[in-house]
């Protein structure tokens, strides 16, 4: 009995620890990420703005339902489901989407920006700025977790797609 109990006094203090140390943490990061591709920069664009499209070759998605002319949600291969919104589109240059759902633990906006290097290659730029609420997950996200592991993803996702 005394185990257990010594076992339970264990996980309480190591959660405590992970939530104090988690409210010292600030609620919003910024990360980017940018790679080079050997195509045009309104190949880059064609593909990236095509959201309901994105299931086709993104590796984390499972579906994209489209709800209206500037919403749609996705739902990744984890099963979560997850309400977006389009804020800004400058063809073939720049593209900014949100979570668009209120009630999540977290927030975000990714914006993506699509430059010609010079030599008929492009370079996307991902930056995402996040906001997360809860100091565990604070916690958790930041050095659990690697913050920029959506944005490799998607920008493997989309080489091998390009």
């Known amino acids: 009995m005394i185990w257990l109990l010594a076992g339970l006094t264990a996980v309480i203090a190591a959660v405590a620890i992970v939530a104090l140390v988690g409210m010292q943490l600030p609620p919003q990061h910024v990360v980017s990420r940018a790679r080079r591709y050997p195509v045009s920069i309104d190949a880059v664009w064609d593909v990236v703005s095509d959201v309901l499209g994105a299931a086709a070759w993104r590796t984390d998605l ?14 990744s291969t984890r099963g979560r489901s997850i309400l977006y919104e ?3 589109a400058h063809a073939p240059a720049r ?6 759902d209120p009630d999540l633990p977290f927030s975000g906006s990714w914006t993506f920006e699509i430059s010609e290097d010079g030599s008929d290659a492009a370079w996307l730029t991902i930056s995402e700025k996040g906001t997360v609420r809860n100091p565990v997950f604070r916690f958790l996200s930041r050095y659990l977790f690697s913050q920029t592991k959506s944005l490799d993803t998607y920008l493997d996702s989309l080489e091998k797609r390009l």
Not at 62 to 75: G, M, N, S, T
Not at 95 to 100: E, F, K, N, W, Y
């Open 95 to 100: 593209l900014i989407v949100r979570i668009a």
């Open 62 to 75: 499972k579906a994209v339902e489209p709800v209206d002319l500037d919403h749609w949600r996705e739902v």
């Open 86 to 88: 389009r804020v800004e």
